[in-house]
């Protein structure tokens, strides 16, 4: 993020699954699937908050969606949050 003059902070988890295929004598993965993916960037301050991001797990695709942003701010920052695809 070169506007803040700092780097940015990522933390993910996620879980899933690897379809693997014996060839030869070693196994290749030939596929994947992500069942569950949690992402975080924070950038300058924000890295020491405690944000509280709540969505659905699923939505189907082209279906609108709430999703709800809770985070105690020190006085005289705000915050930002996006959600793309």
């Known amino acids: 993020m070169p506007g803040l003059g700092t780097k940015g902070e990522l933390k993910s988890v996620s879980e899933g699954q690897l379809y693997m ?3 030869g004598i070693h196994w290749r ?4 699937r992500i069942d569950f993916e949690k992402n975080q960037v924070s950038y300058g301050q924000a890295r020491q908050l405690e944000p509280i991001f709540a ?7 082209g279906k609108q969606f709430s999703a709800r942003l809770e985070v105690e701010l ?3 920052l705000g915050a930002t949050g996006s959600i793309s695809q």
């Open 55 to 61: 969505a659905p797990e699923q939505v189907k695709s």
């Open 74 to 76: 020190p006085t005289g």
């Open 29 to 32: 993965i030939i596929g994947d």
């Open 21 to 23: 295929k014996h060839v």
